[in-house]
């Protein structure tokens, strides 16, 4: 391989967290809408837990159409993906559940 063609490979290659960062924008919304809201007012340990047993799956089968179309990622980072692509999710719907208790609290208080 010539030394051109390496770098060009090394510079189209993505980041294990961009590649993260896109199954996690394409995995968000199947999850979000499978976590029910009135759910998780449980204490958020237990919450991640849920909510990562939502996510699991659908991250899951993102990557393997991640693996389908991109063909040239090692199987060997198919875990760490799920992983860093999950807690992501599992990350954003925290956050939005969390802003969601905040708002519903303000309306009660007004």
Request: aromatic share 6%.
């Amino acid at each position: 391989m010539s030394l051109f063609r390496l770098l060009k490979s090394l510079w189209q290659r993505q980041s294990v967290a961009e590649l993260s960062r896109q199954i996690a924008a394409r995995a968000y919304p199947f999850v979000r809408e499978t976590v029910d809201p009135q759910a998780v007012p449980i204490p958020k340990a237990e919450a991640r837990g849920y909510i990562r047993a939502k996510a699991t799956p659908v991250v899951r089968s993102q990557v393997k159409a991640l693996l389908a179309t991109e063909g040239r990622l090692a199987a060997g980072l198919v875990p760490l993906l799920v992983a860093h692509a999950g807690e992501r999710v599992v990350q954003s719907i925290l956050a939005d559940l969390s802003r969601d208790k905040a708002r519903q609290a303000s309306r009660w208080a007004a």
